[in-house]
Nanobody, 118 residues
Framework: QVQLVESGGGLVQAGGSLRLSCAAS????????MGWYRQAPGKQRELVAR?????????AYADSVKGRFTISRGNAKNTVYLQMNSLKPEDTAVYYC??????????WGQGTQVTVSS
């Protein structure tokens, strides 16, 4: 059974940095996308950053995090990171890791809380 485990969340002051990690246990075949989403209280879950791999590797970021956040894949298969710099109070949310496959399977982590104080 596949499980995604996130880590690295916490409380940080505005302007600070955090690095989120996501590691998948179990075998995942035909990975198409690895990404991070977030959900703030009273809001819908939104895409933060995503890597898609088809013929080429493509990176996508929410406009609100461009230039501040960087998504990357780890050397170990099925790991993905999110480096978050210049954090703002509006970045406060639960952050979820997601892996999608070309077979139509979708995996989610349990979420990690990120709180940015002003």
């Amino acid at each position: 059974q596949v499980q995604l485990v996130e880590s690295g969340g916490g409380l940080v002051q505005a302007g600070g940095s955090l690095r989120l990690s996501c590691a998948a246990s179990g075998s995942i075949f035909s990975i198409y996308a690895m990404g991070w989403y977030r959900q703030a209280p009273g809001k819908q879950r939104e895409l933060v950053a995503r890597i898609t791999s088809g013929g080429s590797t493509n990176y996508a970021y929410a406009d609100s995090v461009k230039g501040r956040f960087t998504i990357s894949r780890g050397n170990a298969k099925n790991t993905v990171y999110l480096q978050m710099n210049s954090l703002k109070p509006e970045d406060t949310a639960v952050y979820y890791c997601n892996i999608g496959t070309s077979l139509g399977l979708d995996y989610w982590g349990q979420g990690t809380q990120v709180t940015v104080s002003s």
